[in-house]
Nanobody, 115 residues
Framework: QVQLVESGGGLVQPGGSLRLACAAS????????MGWYRQAQGKERELVAS???????NYANSVKGRFTISIDNAKKTLFLQMNSLKPEDTAVYYC?????????WGKGTLVTVSS
């Protein structure tokens, strides 16, 4: 059983930064791709950023230049560095990992951007 546990969410003012972490219960090298999704209240879940096993990354247009996804293999942890946060970034952020045809999800961490 694979577990993904997110942390690092919280309340931050516009223009501030947060770093989300997603700790996996097994080596990250087991996954083909990992990513961060978010779901704002009343909206559908959307992809924020993803990273392939080979290291290539993909970002939603709305976060390009502000967010950075990265992996620490030794720590079995996926990160999302979020800078220049905006109120519209407010959402529950979910960690996702795919191995073969199976998707795994964390329970999410809430990010609130407000003054």
């Amino acid at each position: 059983q694979v577990q993904l546990v997110e942390s690092g969410g919280g309340l931050v003012q516009p223009g501030g930064s947060l770093r989300l972490a997603c700790a996996a219960s097994r080596t990250i090298l087991w996954f083909n791709v990992m990513g961060w999704y978010r779901q704002a209240q009343g909206k559908e879940r959307e992809l924020v950023a993803s990273i392939m096993l080979g290291g290539s990354t993909n970002y939603a247009n709305s976060v390009k230049g502000r967010f950075t996804i990265s992996i620490d293999n030794a720590k079995k942890t996926l990160f999302l560095q979020m800078n220049s946060l905006k109120p519209e970034d407010t959402a529950v952020y979910y960690c996702s990992a795919t191995s073969g045809a199976i998707d795994y999800w964390g329970k999410g961490t809430l990010v609130t951007v407000s003054s």
